[in-house]
């Protein structure tokens, strides 16, 4: 600070003594306009390419797709929320940048300027990745939140975002109610197609109370919320794979829903058998190519809110659609057949029904078809891998689950004194049975008696 009065002195003293001294103009930058509102797209050749696929204020901030494991942030203050602008982000540069190089963001609400930090979508929008330091290679794309911790404002109030792109200052303005208004809406019986991806129908969305397959077989699952203060809101989708390999069921779209612009609730996938016996857990299934399934979407909601108008939004290969939730909505009542006594309900995880007479396990594996898993299923899925292929009854048997030396899950199950069974799910999905005879473990439905 010292230096640069010093310097200031000197340059106002050679300007008195000076009659040819000309003073430097001040150079004031101009800011060019570009818009920033939903729906957007810009192309700047040699730099990148953008599109504007979501503006939205929230006290929380999580990916579009959660995982089992996932990242969430939520605002400290609850005076405040997070502004968050989300683009789907090419990088035309011929060499690789960062989404903070490639453009930055901050947002003016009230004359008050916020500095934004990115986040960048990775693992099918199931993650949020620092973007500050996450390169983009030429020509690659990626989704990149730009978000800012601003007080709460009003859905009318004028936002300006300001934004610095190759050394030019960019501003635009626009408020949350316009974006709003720009929202894609969709309705039941329309289509979303994502060519060389999938189809997408919604073929129905009501409340219920219980979630069951329509036709049950001899093992069937079912769903019930959490609280019974809760109810589901149901999205009935059909899928159809447009991709020549097979599609991972639970990564195909996500859906959450927000009550009076505040209240927002996400949910999970499971899968409907093609003869609607049974409903599989989406994140162990997969859609062969050109294949359809029917996929529901259930997320759990204060039976209050039922009456209460709400957005549904839907992800879907990085866009996003909207439904409105309001008092059109039916409710639906669950298949009789599939009722069971309150002494049978567990939370908001598949519930096996027990069968009115005892089943064998290898009539059990032959009543429905053989079910594969992956290494990477709660511990609630592998319960249910377990009970669909084996007829076992958690409700009825005890057991335990530990790793061994090469981090394979092994799961011990009991029933009162007696040993029933151990198992382990493979490399490949295949749930495994230790074979006291042999020693080793052999696929589950080969395996005769497993007791020890």
Known sequence: M???????????????????????????????TLAFNLGNSEKM???????????AATEQISPPNPASITTVMEVENSDSRFLDVTVHMKNLYSAEKTSGELMKLSYEIGGQEYQTFQKKEVDNASMLKDGEFSSL????????????????????ETIEIIAEIDGKTYTSTTSLEENNANKEFISIGETIEMEQYANLTLENMYYTDKVASPNPGTFSSYYEPENQSNTF??????????????LQADSIFASKVIYDQYYEFDGFPTLLAADGSDLHPASI???????????LYLLEVPKELKE????????????????????????????????LDSSDKTTNKENVSAPDTE?????????????????????????????????IDFSTHSYEMSFDEKNYLIIEVGQGEMAVATYKIDGD???????????????????INGGS
């Open 429 to 447: 999905g295949v749930l495994l049975q230790f074979d006291p005879a042999a020693g080793v473990y052999l696929p589950a439905e080969q395996v």
């Open 359 to 391: 089943v064998s396990q290898s009539d059990a594996a032959q009543s429905d078809t053989i079910r594969k898993g992956s290494t990477d299923m709660t511990e609630q899925e592998t319960l249910d891998l377990i009970s669909h292929n084996e007829g």
């Open 233 to 246: 809101l149901v999205l009935e989708m059909k899928v159809k794979n447009l991709k020549a390999a097979e």
């Open 285 to 295: 299934m997969t859609i062969p190519s050109l294949n359809e399934n029917t996929l």
């Open 137 to 156: 290679e030429p020509l690659t794309s990626a989704v990149i939140h730009y978000i800012a911790e601003v007080p709460k404002f009003d859905s009318k």
């Open 45 to 55: 050749d040699g730099i990148l390419e953008y599109d504007v696929i979501n503006i």
């Open 308 to 339: 209460t108008k709400g957005i549904v939004s839907v992800w879907f290969a990085d866009h996003y659609y909207h439904i409105a939730a309001d008092d059109r909505i039916s409710t639906k009542q669950a298949n009789s057949n599939n009722t």
């Open 2 to 32: 010292k230096w640069k009065a010093c310097l200031l002195a000197s340059t106002l003293l050679l300007a008195s003594c000076s009659n040819d001294a000309v003073q430097e103009p001040q150079v004031i930058e101009e800011k060019e």
